[in-house]
T-cell receptor, first 116, second 115 residues
Framework: NAGVMQNPRHLVRRRGQEARLRCSPM?????VYWYRQLPEEGLKFMVYLQKENIIDESGMPKERFSAEFPKEGPSILRIQQVVRGDSAAYFC??????????????FGQGTRLTVV | DAKTTQPTSMDCAEGRAANLPCNHS???????VYWYRQIHSQGPQYIIHGLKNNETNEMASLIITEDRKSSTLILPHATLRDTAVYYCIVRPINAGGTSYGKLTFGQGTILTVHP
């Protein structure tokens, strides 16, 4: 049973370009969470999605950032017109339907975005 | 904002038990206590969670006080590979009685296991 898969593991973008980060949840999981970790800092919640719906986006910057989790395919975190301050590790987690009792969330290994 | 308080750092000798405390004095009746750890920039790893009873799995034990205002994560025989940042998190329960929603990470405890 594969874990949460994130790709790419490392991504380099020039200032002004777009970054697309992908997250494939564990099999049977319909809830996805995105977190950002700036260098030497803690994990900050960004957005929580369920298939085709955004449940909580209270941690998403108002501009340039968007997230989706389509009915088919991975969840995508999209950052438009990247700036140096976007350089960070971005982690995705998934959890199963809330109908199950043990709804721990499992994390992927992250995408490390470097903006040059 | 995180609803937990943890010591910034702790040390433990290899082979000894590591006891990591967490204060969650404002926890409400509909919140679980979760523990995760992050080993040097890797993705956070789930350890254990509980509501009000003590829990044990292959990784650790979780002791929750009767008033639920604090808990202790116990790694019974710490190894060098247990060196990591340990996060204590409270997470709400939905109406169906299962935990859901975002995990809010604080600063955690840096546990260093020494030879």
């Amino acid at each position: 049973n594969a874990g949460v898969m994130q790709n790419p593991r490392h991504l380099v973008r020039r200032r002004g370009q777009e970054a697309r980060l992908r997250c494939s949840p564990m099999k049977g999981h319909s809830h996805v969470y995105w977190y950002r970790q700036l260098p030497e800092e803690g994990l900050k919640f960004m957005v929580y999605l369920q298939k085709e719906n955004i449940i909580d986006e209270s941690g998403m910057p108002k501009e340039r950032f968007s997230a989706e989790f389509p009915k088919e395919g991975p969840s995508i975190l999209r950052i438009q017109q990247v700036v140096r301050g976007d350089s960070a590790a971005y982690f995705c987690a998934s959890s199963p339907d809330v109908g199950r009792m043990n709804t721990e969330a499992f994390f992927g290994q992250g995408t490390r975005l470097t903006v040059v | 904002d995180a609803k937990t308080t943890q010591p910034t750092s702790m040390d433990c000798a290899e082979g000894r038990a590591a006891n990591l405390p967490c204060n969650h004095s404002t926890i409400s009746g509909n919140e679980y206590v979760y523990w995760y750890r992050q080993i040097h920039s890797q993705g956070p790893q789930y350890i254990i969670h509980g509501l009000k009873n003590n829990e044990t799995n292959e990784m650790a034990s979780l002791i929750i006080t009767e008033d639920r205002k604090s808990s202790t994560l116990i790694l019974p025989h710490a190894t060098l590979r247990d060196t990591a940042v340990y996060y204590c998190i409270v997470r709400p329960i939905n109406a169906g009685g299962t935990s859901y929603g975002k995990l809010t990470f604080g600063q955690g405890t840096i546990l260093t296991v020494h030879p």
